[in-house]
């Protein structure tokens, strides 16, 4: 074992766990005081860069990250050493390449850009990001290693650090900008600009502690493929990943375009119209990702050790990682999405104080969204089974699949004048609904042992019908108090009552726990067997 610190699985996911916590509540900072500060048509603006960006970035990053982790982890668990090494050196070309690339579709062609949104406010919003990409496709390489070497530290920290400079500069730029009278678009533009400030901090944090630590690692004795071989390894790998998941967030930007092209040419709302009725969609949006966000420290942290045990052809660990990451996920998915589905209005109207108009047209949006990010987060578990199976080419048929759903829908119901903005939910529900059938199929006929479906999902959905009991009663019992208080409260005793059930119904094992670093004394005092 070399003297760097290799972590469990769990422990692993614990880390990035925590980190993705901090990194959602900053977050949460950030957006909804955003939202409150340039409304509804400025968060358009701001997610039309965003959602450009996101496609340049997941085209660039998606997939390769995931694609080096995996090799790394499976260089160390042959011994090779020297290997990992290179593939870093390598990755950094090809990511430094792509960043370069991405930067510059943004930073020169910003008005077709902005004119391909049918947004032309988002110009400011969409130069201003630019940068970002360079900063987030190096990080990007970085965090791929040291992922592979199973030590998911420098990650959470990295995240921390670029949540923590995107609300202090975002924040601060957007209501200085706004106060001094400028639009909303120019008040998006200053909030987006703190995301590349951020983006390149966190890449100044993942330089030192490479620096820092690359002494660690023990030099092998083994001779490593040349850099041609291990490039096409890792494009063979990564590309299939980076469509799968790059897939998505094109046919997001698709969508956007398309609804706000519809509201125009259909309804015969102006730009600012279209984007201010858009934006009940977006705040909905808002909040529909956090679920989600507790899942990519799962997948990051199952990819490399599902690798590492399938090279080691150990199959009883496989299963047991693999199961264990299902009922993590419906642990966390069922109660957050069906959470915000239930307290969809107490939570905007709590949220958002200084858009009460927006916050109650949001509510339909949301309670349709929280219900399809317990499926967004099913489908990003599966996608993450299947490529560390190697087969990353499934999830590209299921996406496009799924894609092709959402846009159908979208154009017909967004289209209808008595539908409009209402369509946009509907069409994404059915979306993820489509992929994550799909995705659970496929996983159950590739592993050894099939997954007991029934019993991963049966009792979190009865615990969560519990809780959702909970949260709409209590917060009509405490509604006295105001919406505040209510909504708090609600949350709490609804949280109280899953945890209680979770352990009534035994939903979490003794090996669950085993996993994680002391779980044998948790499972003594959870009394969990």
Known sequence: MPKEKQQTFLGATATLGIAVILVKLIGAIYKIPLGNIIGRDGMTHFNAAYKIYAVLLSLSTAGLPVALSKLVAESRALGKYNQSRRLLRTSLRLFTALGLAGTAVMFFFTRQLAAMMHNSL???PIKALSFSVLCCCIMSAFRGYTQGCENMVPSA??????????LAAGLALAWYLISAGAGVEIGAAGAIAGVTISSALGLLYMLYDYLRTRGNT????????????????????GIPI????????IITLVDQSLIMGRLQSVLGLTEEAAALLNGEYEFGMTLFNLPSSFVPPITMSLIPAVSAALTRRDHKRVGKIINTSLRLTTLLAFPAGVGLSVLAGPILTLLYPKQP???????????ILGIASVFVCIMLLTNAILQAY?????????????????????FFLVGNPEINIKGAPVGTILCYI???????????????????????FLKPAAATAGMAVTAKFGYRLLSGLGNSLATLGAIAAAAMVYLILVLALRIITREDLELLPHGDRLARILRVR
């Open 122 to 124: 988002a110009y400011w």
């Open 390 to 410: 190697g087969l990353a080419q499934i999830p590209i048929g299921t996406m496009f699949i799924g894609g092709i759903v959402k846009v159908v829908a979208n």
């Open 157 to 166: 920290v990295s995240q921390v650090i670029e949540a923590v400079f995107k």
């Open 434 to 456: 489509v992929i994550s059938v799909l995705n659970l199929i496929v996983v159950g006929l590739v592993m050894a042992k099939r997954p007991s479906y029934m019993q991963l």
């Open 218 to 237: 023990p030099r092998g004795s083994d001779r490593p493929a040349s850099n041609g071989v291990l490039l096409r390894r890792i494009l063979t790998i």
């Open 242 to 249: 980076t469509i799968g998941a790059s897939g998505m967030s």
């Open 357 to 367: 108009e927006a916050a109650l047209a949001s509510t339909y949006h949301l309670q």
